[in-house]
């Protein structure tokens, strides 16, 4: 009964906030992603599995899909396009005997639930930008609290030992045998991963927001989230923050000032990591035979045989897309394997990967877009640079598309940085330069 009211909760929440703005909305969403791992193992019924579901339902039908703007709709008529191509074809797949009805709902809900947020993403404002970045600031501080208590307790105060918590439990293998730290999450990986997935929002909130007291609140988050990855101890996370800390250093166009404000607070969480072994599980990256031995599982082993054993596809949830423990004795011939392009092969086959690998290709054809300049441009080149890296590195591990509440970052990122800058933006941007600049030239003459 508690699983439920919450479920209607999340869908009345996002329903509320989306109908204010899509700012508010997302950031009411990712509140419910944020405390969906935790609440789900500690309410362990069926509909606990759907809260977040709950929430992007409300979200989605808050949001009006059609604009009679023709510009609008020019400038977001081939992320559309894509978004249609990618659900129409799991969609057929559904109706195809290759799995139980229930097993392929589910699997549908993983295959194409999440992809509608891209065309969210096409549609982010700077009032949006600037709401989403102060929301994940303190939902990142919230969140490093409850780490912190796991870290000093212990995770199984907040996680009872259950079916949904096996994944956190089969992860102890952090120095001295402690356990990584999901948070919240419904695992380390799923904190890791939402931590470097708000970096960009919250660099570039830290630069663009117009308040002091919003700015220090962008830099908590941001000090949060890294210092989230190192707590989860999940070592890929680690390697996309390294990254976008490298992005931020040498792409983003700030005063020196907030330069050495961003250096200095790297350096403090570099110093925590060298200064506590249980921060260190990054160090057995230095192995390069257990590495190489990691990564050639994941992308080798198994591949080829299931696109000869499958080339159709085992149907969706054959590939273990987010299938609840309930229904894991359903799933015919279950395929295991930590790459999440095999998943999609596995489940969509041939047509599927080759139509997501499509995809890819053309998103990474937008840099340009991604990085011209305007307004919260530090931040459109970050969030570009993380989906590459995330879309590149998603031969290594599961989760790219169902993490929750990170896919959600994600594939906003793909969508706002994938289209072009409204015109009227770039021009209003281009005015208040020119105005500044005018200004300053008048101020200089008069003092002469």
Same mark, same amino acid.
């Given at each position: ?44 019924? +069926? ?48 109706? =195809? ?13 993983? !295959? ?20 989403? !970045? ?27 030992? !259950?079916? #949904? ?36 929002f919250l660099i570039g909130g830290w630069d663009c927001l117009l308040t002091r007291k919003s700015r220090l609140l962008a830099v908590l988050g941001i000090g949060s989230a890294l ?19 490298? #992005? ?116 990474? +054809? ?15 080149? =970050? ?23 990170? +896919? ?10 994938? #289209? ?17 600049? #005018?200004?300053?030239?008048?101020? =200089?003459?008069?003092?002469?």
């Amino acid at each position: 009964m508690v699983a439920i009211i919450i479920c209607i909760a999340a869908f009345g929440a996002s329903y509320w906030a989306g109908k204010r703005s899509l700012g508010w909305g997302l950031i009411t969403l990712l509140a419910v992603g944020y405390f969906y791992g935790i609440l789900r193992a500690n309410l362990l019924t +069926t509909f606990s599995h759907f809260m977040f579901d709950a929430g992007l339902l409300g979200l989605y039908l808050s949001q009006k899909w059609s604009s009679i703007d023709p510009k609008e709709t020019q400038r977001l008529r081939t992320i559309r396009w894509w978004t249609g191509i990618l659900i129409v074809w799991p969609v057929l797949l559904v109706v =195809m005997p290759f799995q139980p009805f229930l097993v392929s709902l589910v699997g549908l809900r993983g !295959s194409v639930f999440f992809i509608p947020v891209m065309l969210l993403g096409s549609r982010l404002a700077q009032k949006d930008l600037s709401q989403l !970045s102060m929301g994940l600031a303190v939902l990142n501080v919230v969140a490093l609290g409850f780490a912190a208590a796991e870290y000093l307790t212990n995770v199984t105060r907040f996680y009872p030992i !259950s079916p #949904v918590t096996q994944i956190i439990y089969a992860s102890g293998d952090v120095a001295g045998g402690f356990f990584r730290i999901p948070a919240i999450f419904t695992s380390a990986h799923a904190y890791g991963g939402m931590m470097v997935g708000s970096l960009p929002f919250l660099i570039g909130g830290w630069d663009c927001l117009l308040t002091r007291k919003s700015r220090l609140l962008a830099v908590l988050g941001i000090g949060s989230a890294l210092l989230g990855v190192l707590i989860s101890a999940t070592r890929l996370n680690f390697v996309l923050g390294v990254a976008m800390v490298g #992005v931020a250093v040498f792409t983003c166009r700030v005063t020196a000032g907030k330069r050495a404000i961003f250096l200095l607070l790297v350096a403090a969480v570099g110093i925590a990591a060298i200064s506590n072994v249980r921060f260190q599980r990054f160090q057995s990256l230095s192995d390069t035979d257990a590495v190489v031995d990691r990564i050639g599982g994941s992308v080798n082993r198994g591949f080829f045989e299931i696109l000869v054993e499958y080339p159709m596809g085992n149907g969706l949830g054959g590939g273990g897309t987010s299938i609840p423990y309930f229904l894991e004795g359903q799933v015919r011939n279950p395929i295991g394997m930590e790459n999440e392009y095999t998943r999609i092969l596995s489940e969509q086959g041939v047509v599927g990967l080759l139509l997501w690998l499509s995809f890819i290709a053309w998103f990474l +054809t937008r840099a340009r877009s991604a990085f011209a300049s305007g307004p919260w441009g530090n931040s459109r080149r =970050m969030a570009w640079c993380l989906a590459a890296f995330s879309l590149g590195t998603g031969w290594i591990g599961l989760g790219l598309f169902t993490s929750i509440p990170a +896919t959600v970052t994600l594939l906003l990122s793909i969508g706002w940085t994938a #289209v072009p800058i409204p015109a009227e933006v770039r021009r209003s941007r281009e005015s208040r330069t020119s105005n500044a600049l #005018v200004r300053q030239h008048y101020g =200089m003459a008069a003092t002469s």
